[in-house]
């Protein structure tokens, strides 16, 4: 066994004599081991407690991972349905209320202020989280704008039901027989116009056809005009009543006269190349309250919601004109 005997030289008698430490020596060094002790595990826990969370702990941070997912998902969801209202929107507008003589609805109307910004605000500093206080912004103009689209619906079914003759009389096919869309020339706007090159207002549609195909009667209605317009060439104008006329030119034979009734699908006339005109074409106009309106959106009788929808592009994106 190893000797812990401690000893000192007494400088008086020069002889080493043994120390003997008293109850002081060992409390001190016990306290320091003590100390020491408690400084170092003090230390090992909190190592510990940084780096290794504790079952509760990890629990938490697993939760709000994936609650974090699970709202970073519905952020994307909502974002996808607004996109499908506002679609619904924009032909409930320009389709459907303009079919039925309604006035568009305000876009204040359909947003609406929900809530006030510092509701909003109060969401992002509780123990939520920013995403959530957004979501939850973003649904209540979803729910508002659902509301207001539902709303409309209703209003348009009333309309629809009380007005059979009018549905019957307003332009609602293509001029031409165009199923497959490949007859699109041109849209409605600005245009380049295909003689002076420079940007006009194209106030119709065109339609490329052989010189010879039928043209249709887009709607019931009354002919007012049937002959020669300058720059139009061979011209029908028929009056459907409730504030629709539409215009039908560059024919080359009419089949009508004027006062004569025609019916929606009637053969009226044939494509032609007549008047300023590049090319055998029709160029169809609808007209409402004596100004000449988007055409693209009177062939809800032609057309499905996925035709619809590429002739608005393929329309949209036909930058010359012949005529």
Known sequence: MANNKKYRINPETLQLERIEHGVR????RSGGYLIGGICLGIIFFLIFLYFFPSPREASLMQYNRNLTAQLNMMDKQVDQMQIVIEDLSQRDDNLYRAILGAEPIPLSSRMGATQQISYYDSLAHMTNTQ???????????LEKELYVQARSYDEILELAKKQEVRMENIPAIQPVLNKNLKHMASGYGWRIDPVYHIRRFHEGMDFSAPTGTDIFATGNGTVTYAGWR???GETIEIDH???????????SKIFVRVGQKVKRGDVIGLVGNTGKSTGPH??????????????????FYDLSPEDYDKMVQLSSNMGNMMD
């Open 25 to 28: 020596y060992w409390l001190r």
């Open 230 to 232: 300058q720059g139009y």
């Open 131 to 141: 995403l959530a206080a957004d979501i939850q912004r973003k649904v209540d103009i």
């Open 282 to 299: 029709v160029h169809y106009e609808v007209h409402y309250q004596g100004r000449p309106i988007d055409p693209r959106n009177f062939y």
């Open 241 to 251: 009543g409730f504030n629709y006329a539409t215009r039908y030119a560059h024919c």
